[in-house]
């Protein structure tokens, strides 16, 4: 019963319809954010083990989400060296999520990320680095089987689909909601508030 009325509440801030809370049976809902990529953060780490499955593995990954080319990460590489560029000048990290929710259950997937360089003083020249669609069971087997240790605690292991989860991203800004890009500074940090409130609401 308290699942059913935690998803009526759900349903209800999520949806911006006429449509009563109660009638909604199933509520879907995909969120791009981005994040910064920093020295050693979680996104350096995350990349960097990407990079390194890829080429081991030889999983072709892409460059940009609207190119259907896919390349080694060498032959990928070079091209980015052609632009002055190599994997480690990504500074930006576009995450896209799928939220599903209904009667019974709650479900957050991750579905592709997506590597870039946007210069600090030129914010619509971002270069594309890396793309990785997290559907790829080598690529989803590194963000859910490898990860980083705690520096007070090296025997806990903290996989990177944990570390990357919606809510836990606190420097991420929403970009997208359903395929509608959100360029409001404040309308991204409402949106993302009240994504946080609802999918807590579930995990706690």
Known sequence: MKKFQVLIAFAALAV?????APAQSRWLQTVQ?????????????LLDSLI??????KVLIGRTPEDSARYRVVDLEDRLFSDGLDFSSANKMFITYRFEANQRRFKADILDLYFIYRPEEYEDADIPIAFFDASDPIIRNTLV???????????VFEPFWDK?????LEDALVTSIGGRVIRDEERAASERTRLVGIIRQFLY
């Open 52 to 57: 390194d499955v890829a080429d081991r593995r």
């Open 145 to 155: 089987g490898k990860g980083t240790r705690l520096e007070t605690n090296e025997a």
């Open 164 to 168: 990357l989860q919606f809510y836990q």
């Open 16 to 20: 911006s319809s006429a449509l009563e």
């Open 33 to 45: 954010v981005m994040a910064p990529v920093q020295g050693q953060d979680i996104a350096s780490a």
